[in-house]
């Protein structure tokens, strides 16, 4: 897959959407409830958000030299990080907003930061700013 075909934020928009579409029909054939569908949405699409951006960016790519069960090790504290921080939001907020939409986005919040904190967490070398 040639990564310079397309702008980093059209990778991440298509990753998205694909994320989106497979998370969706996951959710519905399991017959999830809509109010807990969004945390499945967060827990697939937050690997897209990190991995997408350490796959396209130069100054990242020795994240690949690592072993692969580092990598299953990172990608899966994300997903649960997502799911957790997804389903507190989401549990928190259930019976306090009437408004799906505002609920959706705490959940997305909550969940996007929580995996991306836990994968920060174990991979503080790939934030450093560099001179």
């Known amino acids: 897959m040639d990564k310079d075909s397309l702008p980093q934020w059209a990778w991440l928009l298509l990753a998205l959407m694909a ?3 497979f998370a969706n029909a996951i959710a519905l054939g399991l017959g999830i409830s809509e109010d807990w569908q969004v945390a499945v949405v967060v827990t697939a699409m937050s690997p897209v958000l990190i991995y997408v951006g350490v796959w396209y ?23 649960t990080g997502a799911a957790i921080g997804s389903g507190i939001a989401i549990a928190l907020t259930l019976d306090l907003i009437g ?14 930061l929580t995996g991306w904190l836990l994968f920060w967490w174990r991979n503080p070398s790939l934030y450093r700013l560099t001179d």
């Open 19 to 21: 994320a989106a579409v």
């Open 99 to 112: 408004n799906r939409i505002l609920r959706d986005i705490i959940a997305m919040i909550g969940g996007f």
């Open 57 to 79: 960016e130069k100054e990242r790519q020795h994240y690949w030299e690592q072993s692969r069960a580092k990598i299953v090790g990172d990608l899966l504290f994300l997903l």
